[in-house]
């Protein structure tokens, strides 16, 4: 079992910069790849950015190429999410999720393929 906790989240400009962080507990954090989902008022979750186990990949929606940046310290057992120049359309719920094993991090944007989530920490861009 492993243990997800979001935060970071908040009220912010557009424009403005935020980072999320996410804290694991359970099983060994590095066993793990790791993804980042939001969902946004009346609409389905969508797949934001993942990391793999060491860190060494990395995959990003397309949309968010460029102003999101996925990391992870294992010796924290913590990922981050960077997210710059923040838009409103930003404005979600975003929550961090774990896959068990070693995968090609470009084939885990789907949430199915995830074992554990995070209850998801607010963020708010206002214009």
């Known amino acids: 079992q492993v243990q997800l906790v979001e935060s970071g989240g908040g009220l912010v400009q557009a424009g403005d910069s935020l980072r999320l962080s996410c804290a694991a507990s359970?099983?060994?954090?590095?066993?793990?790849?790791m993804g980042w989902f939001r969902q946004a008022p009346g609409k389905e979750r969508e797949f934001v950015a993942v990391?793999?186990?060491?860190?060494?990949?990395?995959y990003y929606a397309d949309s968010l190429k460029g102003r999101f940046t996925i990391s992870r310290d294992n010796a924290k057992n913590t990922v981050y999410l960077q997210m710059n120049s923040l838009k409103p359309e930003d404005t979600a719920v975003y929550y961090c999720?774990?896959?068990?094993?070693?995968?090609?991090?470009?084939?885990?944007?789907?949430?199915?393929?995830?074992?554990?989530w995070g209850q998801g920490t607010q963020v708010t861009v206002s214009s």
């Open positions: 999720a774990a896959r068990r094993g070693s995968s090609v991090v470009a084939f885990l944007v789907s949430g199915e393929k995830y074992d554990y």
């Open positions: 359970g099983r060994t954090f590095n066993n793990y790849a």
């Open positions: 990391v793999s186990w060491s860190g060494g990949s990395t």
